[in-house]
């Protein structure tokens, strides 16, 4: 078994059980094991180490995301209830719930400032999908020149609370699972962040955007125009 797999795995297990004794009622849906229902209506939805090749390379740049949704464990209509997302590197923990605020080791967070796209810092993220990779790559190709700059870290839960802490201005990215986003996205918009995906879509594996509302929709018009 890969190293790196074993401790996802091994990760993922604590957690569970850790719920499952707390919750016995509620269900469960992590990246390394089957998902179960419960009957409380509430799922924990778990990434036990996102950021797996940052962990594996030795990158401190890594993080355990948990949150809690209500309904079924699908993004386009789930209620995302609490989530945290722990930076273990870093020593940081972004915590939210829904109507309570975001905090960064207990310190509120707020979305930055708008900017003009020209002044944004973008986050992103590649597919490990090598078709998507070689696309990707031509919109990051394109879309360079008309912000800041753009910053690939591999850890989509901690793009997503570095916009709720105005570490970077906008985080756009494709093909991510549920347990990728499910704390960070909640997390981001508790800060006073846009999170959304194409149109009126909810955000999903097809596409997510987070960023201050003005900046969101200057930065999703520019990747409409990409075809992102």
């Known amino acids: ?60 740049h890594y993080a355990v995301s948990i949150a809690v949704v ?27 719930s829904a109507g309570g605020g975001a905090f960064l080791n207990g310190e509120r967070l707020q979305v930055a400032e708008a900017v003009d796209l020209s002044q944004a810092l973008v ?8 078709d998507v990779r070689v696309e990707q790559g031509r919109v990051i190709a394109e879309l360079i020149s008309q912000v800041r700059d ?20 906008a985080y756009f990215e494709r093909c991510l699972k549920p347990w990728d986003h499910a704390a960070g996205a909640l997390i981001a918009q508790e800060s006073g962040a846009t999170v959304k995906g194409r149109g009126d879509n909810a955000a999903g594996e097809d596409f997510i955007l987070a960023a201050e509302p003005t900046v969101a929709r200057l930065l999703e018009d520019v990747l409409a125009r990409l075809d992102v």
């Not at 990246?31 to 509430?42: I, Q, W």
């Not at 910053?151 to 105005?166: E, K, P, Q, W, Y």
């Open 1 to 60: 078994m890969d190293v790196v797999t074993h401790a996802d795995r091994e990760t993922e297990q604590l957690i569970r059980t850790l719920l499952a004794e707390a919750r016995p009622d509620d269900g469960f849906f992590g990246e390394e094991s089957t998902p179960t229902s419960g009957s409380s209506g509430l799922t924990w939805v778990v990434d036990p180490i996102d950021g797996t090749v940052n962990y594996l390379y030795g990158i401190p």
């Open 70 to 96: 209500e309904g079924d464990p699908d993004p386009a209509t789930w209620r995302a209830l609490a989530g945290a997302v722990v930076n273990l590197g870093a020593q940081e923990t972004y915590t939210a």
């Open 123 to 130: 986050a992103t993220g590649f597919s490990y999908i090598q």
């Open 150 to 169: 753009i910053r690939r870290m591999g850890t989509a839960s901690l793009d997503l609370c570095m916009v709720a802490s105005g570490r970077v201005n």
